[in-house]
């Protein structure tokens, strides 16, 4: 049995004061916790690895909310595992943080390209929805409960492309992992919602097929229309319509134990805290119309049941084939996929817009000022453009820092055989780089700079002319 929790929002540091606030009407505090590391390159002779922000991590563990954990970066129903040790950080955080439950997404977002090598598409792609599938997700569950030892979820994810008729329907797809695993469910209804609008399955007919006695955990967010698809944006308050369907769901969900909205950080500014947190006491209301019963959730890796059994080794294949070729799709690198009709679903088109936005927005939060000298010398086509063919033709990192390296890196190229010049930008680049890099791998760095940077900054910041920076020759070294 487990306790009611309440209302709550994932966390970020752009949301701080409402979590911190002495009257805080948070009362759950949801951490991805990927979102706290990054990937080292090990010390010598160590393996490459991942290195936790101890620091940030207890200053949430410090907070008053009821916390819960919900990965974004290994996926419960992914073929292809990451091949880095991630359970040994995941364990520390969950550890730290004692949450109440876990929670993973139903999705891949690595993939074994034709020559054996792992790629990565940086973004949460829709699974393989067969019977082999719900076999691998079930697998994976199984797995992570007994890592996490705590009572675990999977989150039920959105879905950009059109049904197959070689695809079990989002409900049943959604009943068979629950049943199979033995786990808990994060019921997005957004998610839910907008695959149904962009012609998945319908909402009633996914919540009449689900069972919503496992359902711990409610997602709620806003999104937008991109063309003739609803997004799953995460950049807004909840719709009054989203709103009125939360209400009506709220009294079938017997073992409900939280309410998480979901707003991503760059869309915090815009709506203001306060907007939010109003926000936040019109999801106390819903809260109330739940039913208070009992919360009961399946032990972590129960004992007594069985193993799912591994898929055959043509249903894998099947899977692989998905995976492969989704994630080239996905990543705009392959328009002759082994899946028949998957390059002509209208939803390619905007996985494939989304990811390079998703790409883009990382490296723009790492490298600002490079961002921003671009934009100043090219304009903004031109370098949207630059940023495109960066994503065409350079694989993705799963990881913000990485990113941003493999960005910095394809500059460098460009800048080195002349294809790209522009004022200053090679001393914006270059140390903006060595910081990642410094993070990333614990390099040090001397720069040399022709002007003030302080200045080139704030020129930068401001739309000053650069030309008008007086030379001011100096030395700058990064240590580690």
Not at 48 to 58: D, V, W
Not at 256 to 280: K, M, N, Q, T, W
Request: charged residues 20%; hydrophobic residues 45%.
């Amino acid at each position: 049995m487990m306790r009611a929790l309440g209302v709550g929002m994932v966390w970020w540091q752009e949301l701080g004061p409402l979590f911190a606030a002495p009257e805080s009407r948070l009362t759950v505090l949801e951490l991805e916790p990927q979102t706290l590391w990054e990937r080292g390159a090990g010390a010598p002779g160590v393996a490459p690895g991942y290195r936790i922000n101890h620091g940030l991590l207890a200053q949430v563990a410090r907070l008053p909310q009821a916390k819960l954990v919900h990965g974004v970066g290994h996926p419960l129903a992914a073929l292809v595992d990451d091949p880095l040790d991630w359970a040994g950080p995941l364990r520390r955080c969950i550890g730290v943080l004692r949450p109440v439950w876990a929670s993973e997404h139903l999705a891949f977002n690595r993939f074994r390209n034709s020559a054996g090598g792992i790629e990565q598409t940086s973004f949460l792609l829709p699974p393989r929805q067969t019977a082999a599938g719900v076999q691998l997700a079930a697998l994976r569950l199984a797995r992570f409960a007994a890592l996490a030892g705590v009572p675990v979820a999977f989150e039920t994810g959105v879905n950009y492309l059109q049904p197959r008729a070689d695809e079990i329907e989002d409900g049943e797809y959604f009943t068979a992992v629950a049943e199979a695993a033995d786990c808990g469910i994060v019921l997005d209804l957004h998610n839910l919602w907008v695959n149904a609008r962009n012609g998945r399955q319908s909402l009633d007919a996914v919540l009449d097929a689900l069972p919503l006695h496992r359902v711990c955990e409610l997602h709620l967010a806003g999104g937008h229309r991109l063309d003739s698809h609803w997004l799953d944006a995460h950049d807004r308050l909840c719709s009054d319509e989203l709103l009125a369907l939360a209400s009506t769901l709220l009294p079938r969900l017997p073992a409900l134990g939280a309410i998480v909205f979901e707003l991503l950080p760059s869309y915090v500014h815009g709506i203001g805290l306060d907007r939010i947190a109003d926000h936040v006491d019109a999801l106390w209301s819903l809260w109330d119309q739940r039913r208070p019963d009992e919360l009961r959730l399946p032990a972590a890796a129960p004992p007594a049941r069985q193993p799912s059994p591994l898929p055959s080794p043509a249903a894998l294949r099947d899977i692989a084939d998905w995976e492969r070729s989704l994630g080239l799709l996905a990543l705009g690198h392959d328009d002759r996929p082994a899946m028949p009709g998957l390059a002509q679903d209208p939803g390619i088109a905007v996985l494939q817009q989304l990811v390079r936005e998703f790409r883009s927005g990382r490296v723009a939060r790492v490298l600002r000022y490079t961002m921003l000298a671009l934009l100043r010398g090219l304009g903004a086509i031109a370098t949207r453009q630059l940023v495109d063919a960066y994503c065409r033709s350079c694989g993705a990192d799963v990881f913000t820092a990485g990113e941003a390296d493999r960005f910095a890196t394809f500059l460098r190229q460009r800048i080195a055989s002349g294809q790209l010049v522009l004022p200053l930008l090679d001393e914006v680049l270059g140390f903006e780089h060595a910081m990642v890099r410094a993070s990333l791998f614990e390099r040090g760095a001397t720069l040399r700079w022709s002007v003030d940077p302080v200045a080139l900054f704030e020129a930068l910041e401001t739309g000053r002319p650069l030309s008008e920076l007086p030379q001011v020759p100096s030395e700058m070294t990064i240590a580690v």
